[in-house]
């Protein structure tokens, strides 16, 4: 897997480096122009968020390109590897540049307290940094969760449409849908939710945080429906293995 890991990253390297030295140029640029013109905190900090939103989802389109570039390869399917490692590696590799993404924005968040002051780090009280730590953790568990399920249900769509000669995008699409709803059906019958929503999205929130005046964290303020996370590993075992089945299909074809 990993001489295939670096065969992809030596695919994307030159895209991936300038988008983050663009990225970094543009966050330096935003908060020094924006702390030298005085404005609110509000404002810079939304700007900065649509950057790295943006940024992130160039990132998960690069891992479905990668996928789609190397399925559809002759000499990449005829590497002495295991299709599952070809299934993989576009996926770690955008794990990687999100971790990656991930520290940048802990660097911003250090940086942007001490010009600002906004968010205290210093003042948060060692009662709250558990519960804190603990939301943190389960919101990290939850993208990288929702981008696993993601890309699974995305690469089977793929690997479907790539089964026929004519139509792929449509297919593909229409494969999407399916799967998604047949998910998101399956997943209201067992857990009574509500059908069409979101398969990955299992996270319960509490929204009142506010008690007399002071900002407090509940024990059940984030809380992780471990039913339905198990339910979705075995549909992604399962769209793991459709996925590599129908590309072993497509090689001896």
């Known amino acids: 897997m990993m001489r295939l890991l670096k065969y992809d990253w030596k695919k994307n390297s030159t895209m991936l480096l300038s988008t983050a030295v663009i990225l970094i ?6 908060t020094t122009f924006s702390y030298t013109r005085g404005w609110e905190e509000g404002i810079t900090i939304g700007l ?3 950057l790295y939103v943006f940024v992130s989802m160039l990132a998960i389109i690069m891992t479905y ?12 399917r005829l590497l002495p590897v295991r299709t599952i490692w070809s299934v993989l590696s576009p996926m770690v590799l955008g794990l990687l540049v999100l971790i990656g993404l991930g520290i940048l924005i802990c660097i911003h968040i250090g940086i942007f307290s001490l010009i600002y002051g906004v ?12 519960e804190l730590l ?13 981008y696993l399920f993601s890309y699974m249900a995305i690469a089977l769509s793929i690997a479907i449409a790539l089964m026929f000669q004519r139509g792929r995008v449509w297919i593909g699409i229409l494969s999407f849908i399916v799967i998604q709803n047949v998910i998101s059906w399956i997943m209201s019958v067992l ?14 929130v509490q929204s009142n945080l506010m008690v007399g005046g002071e900002v407090v ?4 303020i984030m809380l992780i429906n471990w039913g339905e ?3 979705e590993a075995v549909f992604i075992v399962l769209m793991l293995y459709g996925t590599v089945l129908l590309l072993n299909r497509r090689v001896e074809a």
Do not use: H
């Open 134 to 146: 603990k939301i943190t953790a389960i919101f990290i568990f939850q993208v990288f969760w929702a």
């Open 217 to 220: 964290f509940p024990n059940d």
């Open 191 to 204: 857990f009574q939710v509500n059908f069409g929503g979101i398969p990955f999205l299992n996270v319960n």
């Open 119 to 130: 968010p205290d780090l210093k003042g948060i009280s060692t009662e709250v940094t558990p």
């Open 229 to 231: 996370t198990l339910l």
């Open 48 to 50: 900065s968020i649509m």
């Open 25 to 30: 140029l543009a966050e330096a640029g935003l």
């Open 65 to 76: 390109r990668t996928f789609f570039s190397n399925a559809k390869s002759y000499s990449r």
